[in-house]
């Protein structure tokens, strides 16, 4: 039997999904044989990126003033940055400002691109353009006669000022937020030659990143109505075969050139499906998009002394591995507001029967609703006495669509448990014919208590009496 290092497989040279600008002519070739000069030859697909952010109008402007890159670690994205940024500052003496999301890593491509410029042996012709190499932390710059720079930062709210510069390459895009985003803008506003360029380039983003701006911008390419914004994206299918090499080659342009087999196949191994198919496979729909609950709408809907009337409806989560579950509680407040709350968050599922047992002689429950995996214990649930009832799809995507609209309309309160709104953050939609649901699969954290105390509102108001006949106010006792 082959192995995967048997197989003869080679990465592909095309991105997947491709928004492209017309230009009339391009640097490319220019650019790819300057650099190879000095040891940076491009592959075929960092090649085609670089027609892209090369390309020009009959006016000279660049075509893609705006351009996207989205591609796996490890392919081969800073040595395309390094060419852009060598052949930019030396042959077309524009000013760079390179920024990153970590210090450290502004400071490893600084240190790369200087060693062009202080080998007077090997690189003399460049060694003689340097004005100045500025070293100090935070602060590095590479500065030529000709008036080309290059100048590195690890981006914040302030780090940007004062720079005034032709293009701005954002590293590690997939961690910006719209702060950092507002404090770059202005640098390019008096660009020095009228012809400015923005450069995000990354991977897709993970849960709990602060993606919004690298998010935004694969959106609006891809919408098809964007202007002068292009977008190159190596990824691989939503339905694609995890284990097939093939499909990884989809997504990874240096495989089996630099990157090799054997080790993809060792993440395959030690990876989970969602975390291998965003790192290794560029796949967008497993990434950490805005979160569909925005924070402060969130606290706009906050009270913690908000309390509710019996009666009450009970709705119960189970994570698809079985590993956390989580018990909810919905109801009306005495204001006539819907009360949501988080009654329990635990690992395992042997404790939910005899809580909800505990619950139900405590309240009175008009229903308890469960779905997905948590449909196992409707057997059990049964002999509590209450109404039980399982959702279907369409009734998940329903009740996921009245817990929004709850919260965005403000008829929802909850008691603002840390727990139940860093689940709030982490949840994250998935399709569902013309609605959407809270998606499993998609949000690597426990989401469970979103499910429940979202299951547990749409039993409520399913359920609801038309005249209720207790309406004791009490308090839920949270356990965790």
Partial sequence: MSSHNDLPVRGSQSPRLAVSCDYIGTFAEEAASFASAYGLIPDPWQLLVLEQWLGYRADGKWSASRCGLSVPRQNGKNALIEIRE???????????LHTAHEVKTARKAFLRLASFF???????????????????????????RNGGSVEFVARSKGSARGFTVDVVVMDEAQQMD???????????????????????AGTPPAPGMPSEVFTRIRAEALD????RLSWLEWSIDADSDLDDPHTWAQANPALGFRLGLEELAEDRATYSDEGFARERGGLWSFAGTDAVIDADTWDDVGDPASELLDPVSFAVD????RGMASIAVSGVRPDGLYHVEVTENRKGTDWLIPRLTRLCAQWSPIAIVVDGPAASLVPELTTLGV????????EFGIACGMF???VFNQTLRHPEQPLFSSAIDAARKRPLGDMWA???????????PVVAATLALYGFVVARPKRRQKQGKRKVQVMM
């Avoid at 930019?88 to 524009?94: D, P």
């Avoid at 098809?224 to 202007?227: D, K, L």
């Avoid at 189970?318 to 591995?321: H, K, L, V």
């Fill in 438 to 448: 809270w998606g499993r699969k998609t949000s690597e954290s426990d989401i469970t």
């Fill in 224 to 227: 098809g109505n964007s202007r």
């Fill in 86 to 96: 060598l052949f930019g500052m030396v042959g077309l003496g524009e000013k760079f």
């Fill in 178 to 200: 719209d702060d950092s985003l507002e404090a770059l803008g202005p640098t390019t506003a008096a660009a020095p030659l009228k012809n400015r360029q923005l450069i995000w």
């Fill in 404 to 406: 929004y609209d709850a």
């Fill in 318 to 321: 189970i994570a698809p591995d």
């Fill in 387 to 394: 109404p039980v009832y399982s959702t279907g799809v369409s």
């Fill in 118 to 144: 202080e080998n007077t042996k090997k690189y003399p012709e460049l060694a003689a353009m340097v004005k100045e190499i500025r070293r100090t932390n935070g602060q590095e710059a590479i500065v030529l």
